[in-house]
């Protein structure tokens, strides 16, 4: 059977291979193994691809999103607003510092966060408000910006958009990001790897020392902190695919279009719905998501497995419906959006490395599991 993997990670990794050997050679030679010149320089590199001025590294995603809304002061005690379809780190970052998450609808047509919707789940003990930049293209932070109190921060999930930009504007240009270098990410280590993005100085100071158990110093520690670094190792292999993320995501752009197009018949016959591109978007296409509309999607999924296809699902249920955030007081009906979305929606492969004939025949299986 020709498999047909949702992401190819053996063919990502040929293309960096010898650069990644020659770096842990580096890595070994040098005992580097904590921080080192090797995290410093992908710091720096990362920094200048996404436009912001500090690049923090961390030890995983879900840390990033901590440590970036720990850094912008939310303590116990407190409210964070995040979007109901995000996977379930987000809220389990929120939770974790002792604060409660409160959650919002998204769009029906991106699946991203309503900045309405967001606004008016604002309240009093509210310190900040998390959007999701979702499947490749960032969410509207504009009108978060502009309304919010003062005392409330947005701090952005960027985990899915490693060079993505919306109306020119970067992840953590002008406020605070956190993004995941899960293996799976445009831009993935070979393990756990994050980083927090910020111009604001103090901000990625603090970001660093909270990472450092609170250390500024060797045995000075001025902050309450925990252990979130980036290894030496993580950050050659981010090194050696910083230097093809950006012909990596023109690729999947290309990808997502010829998807479009072999899907335009289905669509027409309002047997899916395709991904809808966010006005001002350059999405990088983390992933292609589709709606079934008149079929099991489980169903759906299934077959396609069973053909070889590696379709997924994400997120197969919204926040309020898992057993781990039942505690909110949701049920069915609530966020009505982000439910539709969760029982209709999936994935289909998509990788820089991916051919036209495998697109292809992703879509002739799909067809088939879809039925007549």
Same mark, same amino acid.
């Given at each position: 059977? %020709? ?10 990794? !040929? ?8 770096? /842990? ?23 200048? /691809? ?48 002792? !604060?409660?998450?409160? @959650? ?6 991106? +699946?991203?966060?309503?900045?309405? !919707? ?16 979702? +499947? ?21 999930? !960027? ?22 270098? +899960?293996?799976?990410? %445009? ?15 103090? $901000? ?22 925990? %252990? ?45 719905? &395709? ?5 001002? %978007? $350059?999405?990088?296409?983390? &992933? ?15 077959? @396609? ?29 609530? /966020? ?13 492969? $998509? +990788? ?13 299986? /799909?067809?088939?599991? $879809?039925?007549?």
């Amino acid at each position: 059977m %020709n498999h047909i993997p949702l992401v190819d990670l053996k063919a990502a990794h !040929a293309e960096v291979a010898d650069d990644v050997r020659a770096g /842990f050679e580096r890595v070994l030679a040098n005992t580097a193994f904590i921080g080192g010149d090797e995290v410093g320089a992908f710091e720096r590199e990362y920094a200048d /691809f996404g436009g912001v001025a500090h690049c923090v590294g961390v030890a995983n995603g879900t840390d990033a999103v901590e440590l970036a809304l720990r850094a912008s002061g939310v303590g116990p005690g407190d409210e964070v607003v995040i979007p109901a379809n995000t996977f379930i780190a987000t809220a389990g970052a929120v939770a974790r510092i002792g !604060a409660r998450p409160v @959650l919002a609808d998204c769009l029906p047509d991106t +699946y991203l966060l309503d900045p309405q !919707a967001a606004l008016d789940a604002v309240g009093p003990a509210t310190r900040a408000v998390v959007p999701v930049h979702l +499947y490749g293209q960032l969410a509207d932070v504009t009108p978060l910006v502009a309304q919010l109190p003062d005392h409330v921060r947005v701090v952005e999930d !960027a985990a899915q958009c490693q060079g993505a930009t919306r109306d020119g504007r970067t992840p953590g240009s002008g406020g605070i990001a956190a993004t995941s270098f +899960y293996p799976g990410k %445009n831009l993935g280590a070979y393990g756990d790897a994050g980083a927090v993005l910020t111009d604001d100085e103090e $901000l990625a100071g603090l970001v660093r020392a909270i990472a450092n158990h609170g250390g500024v110093a060797k045995y000075r520690h001025d902050v309450p902190g925990f %252990n979130s670094r980036l290894d030496g190792l993580q950050a050659v292999v981010l090194r050696a695919k910083l230097t093809r993320l950006a012909a990596g995501n023109e690729a999947r752009r290309t990808a997502a279009a010829r998807y479009d197009a072999l899907l335009a018949e289905l669509a027409d016959a309002g047997r899916v719905v &395709l991904p809808v591109t966010a006005p001002g %978007n $350059l999405p990088v296409w983390h &992933l292609y998501v589709v709606q079934v509309a008149d079929a099991d999607r489980d169903a759906v999924v299934g077959k @396609l497995n069973a053909e070889g296809i590696g379709a997924g699902v994400h997120y197969p249920a919204p926040v309020h419906l898992t057993e781990a955030y039942r505690h909110l007081g949701h049920a069915r009906g609530d /966020f009505p959006h982000a439910e539709q979305a969760a029982d209709r929606i999936l994935s289909l492969p $998509l +990788y820089p490395q991916i051919t036209p004939d495998q697109q292809q025949r992703v879509v002739d299986v /799909f067809t088939d599991a $879809l039925g007549r």
